[in-house]
């Protein structure tokens, strides 16, 4: 009885839904209803009595002719074709059926109008039902033995994608849109420690809207909370999985491509082709390069290793889709720091551009070893490459700069002398420049022996007891050259007396300058001393040229000539008035810069003059026929007195 009953079941659940199912996928949502139902009604019995029904539809119907008792005798024709048997579906497939479920739930969560990710719930049916889609595509790629299914099934799964990446790009551009509860955060190291992401900075879960200037570098921008991070892994996952990672990452980029450039942009600093960079004057390139450096180090030593870390957590474990990623997303910005980096070291190397661009350099340098982490993969390593290169060039400037100021001193002309045999501005500008750049001695010296970026590597080491280094043997050079310019200058003055002056000022200016700054360390002791042999000399000319006619005039002969005329003695008195006067006139208008260069040239005058010029007033005085009408412009103490006021200049 009992079995009668449940085929009296089956039969009615059969007309209900003959009755009611207008279409196969209607049909199937009563058949589940029912086997949800009942126990009795399970999925397998209702498709079989489905079938057993349709086979007796097909089987069965009545003859025209009865066997009452009234029939007539039967007709001696031929029998009637049997009514056409009713079509038979055919019995629809466990995978089908699945097909169809999965169809069903996927497409009410893409058709939502808000996020599925602002309710954690539906992100998990969701991501559940992605889960089932992705493994019967996989199943019936593998058995290959219904390709309409496989097609249907495909087709669900680009939708599918295409909600997701909308999900994704929304957590990643407006996380705050969708913030359910993070189920344990994501953590590629296994870590639940807040302060990984970031929490123990003040920043918890808020995004960071845009990276600023810094002095300290030591930062890390967590732009995502723990919870996003954690969903869009989840996400990025199950889009690898489905055969759609290069378009997961090109989703990723776009989304991080523009926190980076609003970034960048916050720091001040403007995209320039190299063309308007060679057409700007210095001060504005000056402007910018004070920008570029602290921005350049924002970028590389902050912004970038921080989407590094980032891309790191979301394409956790789904390499090499996270690297495509990163590189897409921060090198557009990369390259456009690189690039004023080149313009600028091919723009004009002027010698007042040293500075900022040892500066340049220094930030690139500096930088380098903090690079191979962040560029560890083969899609970044291009990009390391670059800011190489980028070292090289600026260091290359560097050399060029150099050689630009040894022309500079060749071209300088020899056409306006110096005043009074002062300092020449020529000497006061090549001095001070060298003794500035020495300020950067460790990046000069690595520059010259062309290991460029060597520091933070094998940095070249700097002997102090080496001027043969190739920094200092270029500075000697210079040094060579500026000598040969100022002789040249010399010659302009018609006085001899005054170049010598002039020589005197200028090598005394050099000696000081070496010896105060790391130039004497470059140069060298032996250089030192032959640049003050190259004075003293200098010294020794000036006392021949301008004093030698005056003692030659004051001496009044050796010790057998005692019986000099007074009238003879009177003579050379009145020669030595004439050419002291027009000294003194003349040489208190002229300068010798060093105060104790000017006393030793003084102490050097009077040494040479007043012996003899004391001797003849003596004897003028002791001889009877000089005594009468003897006039003596200039006392002994009138000629030291006037000998210490020689080379006052202004001062005087």
Not at 454 to 475: C, E, F, K, N, Q
Request: hydrophobic fraction near 40%; glycine fraction near 8%; include cysteine.
């Amino acid at each position: 009885m009992a079995e009668d009953g449940e085929e009296k079941l089956l039969a009615t659940v059969q007309h209900i839904v003959q009755t009611l199912g207008s279409s196969d996928t209607m049909t199937e949502d009563i058949l589940r209803v029912f086997s949800n139902y009942d126990g009795r009604l399970s999925l397998d019995k209702l498709y079989a009595a489905r079938a057993a029904a349709a086979s007796a539809a097909g089987g069965g119907g009545g003859g025209l002719g009865g066997g009452g008792e009234h029939s007539m005798p039967e007709s001696p024709t031929l029998p009637l074709p049997p009514p056409p048997a009713a079509a038979v579906p055919p019995p629809v497939t466990s995978m089908e059926r699945t097909v169809r479920t999965l169809d069903r739930q996927i497409s009410q969560f893409v058709a939502m109008d808000r996020l599925i990710w602002a309710d954690s719930a539906d992100a998990d049916a969701f991501l559940e039902a992605v889960d089932d889609l992705i493994g019967t595509v996989q199943e019936l790629e593998a058995a290959g033995t219904n390709r309409g299914l496989f097609d249907r099934a495909e087709e669900l799964l680009s939708r599918c994608m295409a909600r997701l990446e909308e999900e994704f790009r929304a957590l990643i551009e407006r996380p705050d849109d969708a913030a359910p509860a993070a189920p344990g955060g994501f953590r590629s190291d296994g870590s639940d420690d807040e302060e990984e992401f970031g929490g123990g900075d003040g920043y918890g879960d808020e995004p960071i809207p845009i990276a600023k200037p810094v002095t300290d570098y030591d930062v890390v921008i967590d732009a995502l909370s723990p919870g996003s991070v954690a969903n869009v892994h989840q996400i990025a996952r199950r889009m690898v999985d489905a055969g759609f990672g290069r378009e997961c990452a090109e989703v990723y980029a776009a989304a991080r491509r523009g926190f980076v450039d609003e970034s960048v942009a916050r720091l001040g600093v403007r995209p320039r082709t190299a063309e308007e960079v060679h057409a700007s004057s210095w001060e504005e390139l000056e402007f910018d390069i004070a920008r570029w450096i602290p921005a350049f180090n924002m970028v590389f030593r902050i912004l970038i290793p921080s989407e590094r870390r980032l891309c790191d957590r979301v394409f956790d474990g789904l390499a090499p889709f996270g690297d495509l990623a990163f590189i897409a997303a921060v090198r557009t910005q990369a390259l456009q720091l690189i690039s004023f980096g080149d313009a600028i070291s091919s723009s004009s190397r002027a010698p007042e551009r040293l500075f900022r661009v040892v500066d340049m350099y220094e930030a690139v340098r500096d930088l380098l070893p903090d690079l191979d982490p962040v560029f560890a993969d083969p899609y970044s390593a291009a990009l390391r490459a670059e800011v190489t290169a980028v070292c090289n060039t600026l260091g290359s400037s560097i050399k060029g700069i150099f050689m630009e100021l040894e022309n500079l001193i060749r071209r300088d002309p020899a056409r306006v002398a110096a005043q009074g045999g002062g300092i020449h501005p020529i000497t006061r500008y090549v001095m001070n420049y060298l003794r500035a750049a020495c300020g950067s001695r460790q990046t000069l010296e690595e520059v010259m022996e062309g290991d460029f970026g060597a520091v933070g590597g094998a940095a070249a080491a700097v002997d102090p007891d080496r001027p043969t280094s190739s920094l200092a043997v270029h500075i000697a050079w210079i040094m060579d050259v500026l000598h040969k310019n100022l002789d040249i200058k010399s010659k302009i003055y018609r006085d001899p007396s005054l170049a010598c002056v002039f020589l005197m000022n200028n090598g005394k200016y050099i000696i000081q300058k070496v010896n105060d700054s790391e130039l004497g360390v470059l140069l060298g002791d032996e250089w030192i001393k032959q640049m003050t042999n190259r004075v003293r000399r200098w010294s020794m000319d000036y006392q021949r040229v301008t004093w030698g006619k005056v003692t030659t005039v004051l001496q009044t002969g050796g010790p057998g000539v005692g019986g000099l005329p007074a009238t003879a003695m009177k003579q050379k008195l009145r020669m030595f008035n004439t050419y002291f006067q027009e000294i003194y006139e003349v040489q208190s208008e002229w300068v010798i810069a060093d105060e104790q260069l000017r006393v030793d040239v003084r102490a050097a005058v009077a040494e040479a003059v007043m012996p003899v010029y004391t001797a003849l007033i003596s004897r003028l005085k002791s001889s009877p026929e000089a005594r009468h009408d003897l006039y003596i412009k200039y006392t002994p103490e009138d000629v030291e007195a006037c000998i210490q006021h020689l080379f006052e200049g202004a001062a005087k």
